[in-house]
């Protein structure tokens, strides 16, 4: 019988600080994600329970490519105990992994569309992993945008990603609410944006995932985009202690986040009071 | 051919089963009735014709606090898996939240550190009355007269038929005694579960005034959830030796009544106020519940009601909810 709470070694390989207080950190598993026919090992979207013995674990969004063999990333910001535990550990040190969990966004659902990424602060690493998708497999998709605001410019993360993905005909958006003298893209709210985005509405989808003010960037952007609530894909933050459905911790609504979710069309889960 | 039980044979019976594994069975600790370990040489404490136990016998499957791996030095060590051992003297309504859990513990991806005590227990159910199909376990045995008819479902309930105490025939006289109480409003209710998912559902915001007054009757204290034998959140805790050198993670039953039930790291909580967690508590049982498994979770047993310290009568409140919506659903009855 399976033991589904028992979780792998994960040696720390590569720590990068990426702002204040988020770090990104590359893993390579004992026992490697199993990969699919299209050579991915998750579907970006799709979480992981990282752990630290002594701390617990908590979820985290998958960062890397999902093309990627040998690693995977998470990103995380230091905000309670896990992430503190987290942060503490060296490059050569040791963390725990269980997953990975979830569904992930529909990729064959996206194939032939437009798709409008829209993201925020530390909100970033799925929607990373679905940048580095749909770079590996540009053709299968129309005109992609990723829409990205944070703080102050050295709130925006993932910035090493920044020109592969501009390469491949990511059309990359960021906004600042705070911008530096040497800042040169857009100030204030990621609505600002909303000019700049080319779309068929009929043939679009939104792929989401961030704090709160998303629900802002939803009424202001993708409401005028004319993108209905079933083709915006949203990726939901719940406390976890199980990643599969039997805690309770995670649910909202009639719903699981970690077993039906993360993602929901947004018709799914709009309305909930939980 | 048949078996049957001598009424007079019960505590000889349970020591019979004690011998080789241990057998839990309701006993009086300390004045309050629990599912205890039998002494072999005492089994004439074992009772039968109760009610309720204190806690549901869930917790011999998934006990208020297991540990789930110990990692010393770079190593996880899985606990051992128990011995086996043999629940006796269930209730039909413990008997049928046992098998239910079993049915939420082995949807995949499934909880193995339940299944696994699943696997080395015996459920022995003793009724009163006629229990009508059993909805699992090993053994039944059905009260007639001074007898108890013995119904096995597995192999190892058949087992237990062929120890000495057994005697070989039919129903002695009629079927099995005793009429079936009268059903309870819960009861009746608990038979159209797709009533109870709408109603509630519908009651959050079309009966507001409901939950506004649970909201501050309920003291949050979580005690219905631990005495609920359908209840089974949990949540993970790391405890380290004093010298760092060993972590053990260990479960232990959470309650989502509880104020940081739903709060994330950060801060942000999901369900602020006692209304919202408590009525989470009802979406649960019998919306959720009936979405994912078809029925709700509850069986009746009385024991929330029993032991709320803010004395809410979960029962008087489905009725109310039930109420409000067939006056304004009237073709929606049984």
């Given at each position: 019988m399976a033991n589904n709470y028992r979780?792998?070694?994960a040696?720390?390989?590569k720590?990068d600080?990426?702002s204040?207080?988020?770090?990104?950190?590359?893993f390579i598993?004992d026992?490697?994600?199993?990969?699919s026919k299209e050579?991915?090992?998750f579907?970006?979207?799709?979480?992981v329970l990282a752990g630290?013995?002594g701390?617990?674990?908590?979820p985290?969004?998958?960062?890397?490519s999902?093309?990627?063999?040998?690693?995977?990333?998470?990103?995380?910001?230091r905000?309670?105990?896990?992430?503190?535990a987290l942060h503490?550990?060296?490059?050569?040190?040791?963390?725990?992994?269980?997953?990975?969990?979830?569904n992930?966004?529909?990729?064959d659902?996206?194939e032939?569309?437009?798709?409008?990424?829209?993201?925020?602060g530390?909100?970033?690493p799925p929607?990373?992993?679905?940048?580095?998708?749909?770079?590996?497999?540009r053709d299968?998709?129309?005109?992609v945008y990723?829409?990205?605001?944070a703080?102050t410019?050295?709130?925006?993360?993932?910035?090493?990603?920044?020109?592969?993905?501009?390469?491949?005909?990511i059309?990359?958006?960021l906004s600042v609410?705070?911008?530096?003298?040497?800042?040169?893209?857009s100030?204030g709210?990621?609505s600002?944006l909303v000019?700049?985005?080319?779309i068929n509405p009929n043939e679009?989808?939104a792929a989401m995932?961030?704090?709160?003010?998303?629900?802002?960037?939803l009424?202001n952007i993708?409401?005028?985009?004319?993108?209905s609530?079933r083709?915006?894909f949203?990726?939901?933050?719940?406390?976890m202690?199980?990643?599969?459905g039997?805690?309770?911790?995670?649910?909202?609504?009639d719903?699981y986040?970690?077993?039906?979710?993360?993602?929901f069309?947004?018709d799914?889960?709009?309305g909930?009071?939980d | 051919?048949?078996?049957?039980?001598p009424?007079?044979?019960?505590p000889?019976?349970?020591?019979?089963?004690?011998?080789k594994?241990?057998?839990?069975a309701?006993?009086?600790?300390?004045?309050?009735?629990l599912?205890?370990?039998?002494?072999?040489?005492?089994?004439?404490g074992?009772?039968?014709?109760?009610?309720t136990?204190?806690?549901p016998p869930k917790?011999l499957?998934f006990?208020p606090e297991?540990?789930l791996?110990?990692?010393?030095k770079?190593?996880?060590a899985?606990?051992?898996?128990?011995?086996?051992?043999v629940?006796f003297g269930?209730?039909?309504?413990?008997?049928?939240a046992?098998c239910?859990?079993?049915?939420?513990?082995s949807k995949?991806?499934?909880?193995?550190?339940y299944?696994?005590r699943?696997?080395?227990?015996?459920?022995?159910?003793v009724?009163?009355?006629?229990?009508g199909?059993?909805?699992?376990?090993?053994l039944i045995l059905?009260?007639?007269g001074?007898?108890y008819q013995?119904?096995?479902l597995?192999k190892?309930?058949?087992?237990?038929?062929?120890l000495s105490?057994?005697?070989?025939?039919g129903?002695?006289?009629?079927?099995?005694?005793?009429s079936?109480p009268t059903e309870t409003?819960?009861?009746e209710?608990l038979?159209?579960?797709e009533?109870?998912a709408?109603?509630?559902?519908?009651?959050?915001t079309?009966?507001p005034?409901i939950w506004e007054?649970?909201?501050?009757?309920?003291?949050?204290?979580?005690?219905?959830?631990?005495?609920?034998?359908l209840?089974?959140?949990?949540?993970?805790?790391d405890?380290?030796?004093?010298?760092g050198?060993?972590?053990?993670?260990?479960?232990?039953w959470?309650?989502c009544?509880?104020?940081?039930?739903?709060?994330?790291?950060?801060?942000?909580?999901f369900r602020?106020t006692i209304k919202?967690?408590?009525y989470n508590?009802?979406h649960?049982k019998?919306v959720r519940?009936?979405?994912e498994?078809?029925?709700?979770q509850c069986v009746?047993?009385g024991?929330c009601q029993k032991y709320?310290p803010a004395?809410i009568?979960i029962?008087?409140?489905?009725?109310e909810?039930?109420?409000?919506?067939?006056?304004?659903?009237p073709?929606?009855?049984?």
């Amino acid at each position: 019988m399976a033991n589904n709470y028992r979780p792998q070694k994960a040696k720390i390989v590569k720590i990068d600080a990426m702002s204040g207080d988020f770090k990104r950190f590359r893993f390579i598993l004992d026992k490697k994600f199993p990969t699919s026919k299209e050579g991915t090992s998750f579907v970006p979207g799709q979480f992981v329970l990282a752990g630290v013995w002594g701390y617990g674990e908590a979820p985290f969004g998958i960062a890397s490519s999902p093309f990627e063999q040998q690693f995977i990333e998470i990103g995380v910001r230091r905000v309670g105990a896990v992430t503190a535990a987290l942060h503490n550990l060296s490059e050569g040190g040791e963390a725990t992994i269980r997953g990975p969990y979830g569904n992930g966004y529909p990729l064959d659902f996206f194939e032939k569309k437009d798709i409008v990424m829209v993201t925020g602060g530390c909100g970033i690493p799925p929607i990373a992993a679905l940048c580095d998708y749909v770079a590996t497999r540009r053709d299968l998709f129309d005109n992609v945008y990723l829409l990205y605001g944070a703080k102050t410019p050295d709130d925006l993360l993932f910035k090493d990603r920044y020109q592969l993905w501009e390469e491949k005909g990511i059309k990359i958006l960021l906004s600042v609410d705070q911008p530096t003298p040497d800042w040169k893209g857009s100030v204030g709210l990621v609505s600002k944006l909303v000019d700049q985005i080319k779309i068929n509405p009929n043939e679009a989808v939104a792929a989401m995932c961030g704090p709160g003010p998303m629900a802002k960037a939803l009424e202001n952007i993708l409401r005028p985009l004319g993108i209905s609530d079933r083709r915006i894909f949203v990726s939901e933050e719940r406390k976890m202690s199980c990643g599969i459905g039997k805690c309770q911790h995670c649910t909202t609504g009639d719903k699981y986040v970690c077993t039906d979710g993360p993602v929901f069309n947004y018709d799914e889960v709009q309305g909930n009071w939980d | 051919m048949a078996r049957i039980l001598p009424k007079s044979k019960i505590p000889k019976l349970v020591e019979l089963l004690s011998k080789k594994r241990l057998v839990y069975a309701p006993q009086k600790i300390e004045g309050e009735l629990l599912f205890a370990p039998v002494d072999p040489s005492e089994t004439d404490g074992v009772i039968l014709d109760y009610q309720t136990t204190v806690l549901p016998p869930k917790a011999l499957f998934f006990p208020p606090e297991e540990n789930l791996f110990v990692a010393r030095k770079e190593k996880i060590a899985e606990t051992n898996p128990p011995a086996e051992f043999v629940v006796f003297g269930l209730n039909a309504k413990d008997l049928a939240a046992i098998c239910y859990l079993d049915e939420i513990m082995s949807k995949e991806p499934a909880d193995s550190f339940y299944l696994k005590r699943r696997e080395k227990a015996a459920l022995v159910a003793v009724a009163g009355t006629k229990m009508g199909t059993a909805p699992g376990g090993d053994l039944i045995l059905e009260k007639a007269g001074d007898s108890y008819q013995a119904t096995a479902l597995t192999k190892a309930g058949e087992k237990i038929t062929r120890l000495s105490v057994f005697e070989e025939g039919g129903p002695t006289g009629s079927d099995p005694s005793g009429s079936n109480p009268t059903e309870t409003e819960l009861e009746e209710l608990l038979a159209d579960s797709e009533l109870l998912a709408q109603a509630v559902a519908w009651s959050r915001t079309s009966c507001p005034e409901i939950w506004e007054r649970l909201g501050k009757q309920c003291l949050g204290c979580g005690i219905c959830t631990y005495v609920c034998p359908l209840c089974y959140c949990f949540t993970a805790e790391d405890r380290v030796d004093l010298d760092g050198t060993t972590c053990t993670r260990c479960r232990r039953w959470d309650a989502c009544t509880l104020p940081d039930f739903a709060t994330v790291a950060g801060g942000f909580n999901f369900r602020k106020t006692i209304k919202e967690r408590y009525y989470n508590w009802y979406h649960h049982k019998f919306v959720r519940a009936y979405k994912e498994f078809g029925r709700s979770q509850c069986v009746a047993c009385g024991r929330c009601q029993k032991y709320c310290p803010a004395g809410i009568d979960i029962e008087k409140v489905l009725v109310e909810i039930v109420d409000a919506f067939q006056k304004v659903h009237p073709e929606r009855r049984f």
